[in-house]
């Protein structure tokens, strides 16, 4: 009997450590990753990705991403204590590529290719922010699966930091690569980061009207050449139809915010 309730109580020990509140949604996810091993294979893919991609020189470009980025990144803090994110915002010299993403521990990247759909700073923090919201609520780690950590966790202590290593994290978090089969976010995922995304934008004093205009704009774009940052990000008229349901709520944070 003894034994019994002593593994039960271990048992709900372990439960409640994985079990994660997503900031902004509330939502219950299940997380078998401590953050010290998600942020080791963040920093590790990033230092792959940062050492194969032509990293932008231009100082004002670079200097316009880190300033919005860091506005976003002071609102993630708030809701996620214990996170210690170790912020880096770095722009890839691509201009075929348009997309972003945000790895664990808050490793950041903007490739060019999406600088010409971000009309203004507003419309460039929907994107940082989306996908700052992506690693807040911890989707990579989340869908590999205790089974995919274990191996790619096992060659990173294996200390062969190899581009298969980081594309695995990279794929996690629904970058695509040429080296590994791209698991796009869940449309769920999607969802919850646009809804995490436009909070922070808001709450950072960004207009939120501008998330519903860049992702028009951005949708809009597609044709023959499908941006990136598409093929990964599903796109309906229901994803605008959300965004323009967290408006209201958004733009009284957004108001308090510039103090109107
Ligand atoms: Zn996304």
């Known amino acids: 009997m003894r034994h019994i309730s002593l593994f039960a109580l271990a048992l709900a020990a372990f439960l409640l450590q994985a079990c994660y509140t997503v900031p902004v949604t509330g939502r219950s996810a299940f997380i078998m990753t401590s953050v010290e091993e998600e942020k080791a294979l963040g920093l590790e893919a990033y230092n792959v990705y940062k050492t194969n991609e032509v990293i932008l020189t231009d100082y004002a470009i670079n200097n316009r991403i880190k300033t919005i980025g860091q506005r976003i990144a002071k609102i ?5 204590p214990g996170m210690e994110w170790d912020w880096e915002f770095t722009v890839f010299n691509d201009n075929e590529t348009a997309n ?12 060019t290719g999406i600088l010409p759909y971000a009309k203004n700073d507003a419309q460039l923090a929907t994107v940082m922010a989306h996908e700052i919201g992506h690693a807040v609520a911890r989707h990579g780690v989340e869908r590999m699966g205790t089974e995919t950590m274990v191996g790619v966790l096992g060659s990173v202590i294996g200390s062969s930091v190899s581009e298969a290593n980081a594309d695995a994290v990279l794929a996690a978090y629904g970058v695509g690569s040429s080296l590994f089969v791209t698991l796009p976010f869940s449309r769920d995922d999607e969802y919850e980061a646009d809804q995490i995304g436009m909070n922070f934008m808001a709450r950072a004093g960004y207009d939120p009207n501008e998330a519903i205009k860049f992702w028009e704009n951005f949708m809009a774009s597609g044709g023959s050449s499908v941006p990136e940052m ?3 990000h599903p796109s309906d008229a229901n994803r605008i139809a959300k965004l323009k349901t967290y408006l209201p709520d958004n733009e009284a944070l957004y108001k ?4 109107k």
Do not use: H
């Open 76 to 80: 993630a803090e708030q809701d996620t």
């Open 100 to 111: 972003a993403w945000c790895l664990p521990g808050g490793k950041v990247a903007v490739y």
């Open 230 to 232: 598409l093929s990964t």
């Open 256 to 259: 308090k915010a510039v103090g």
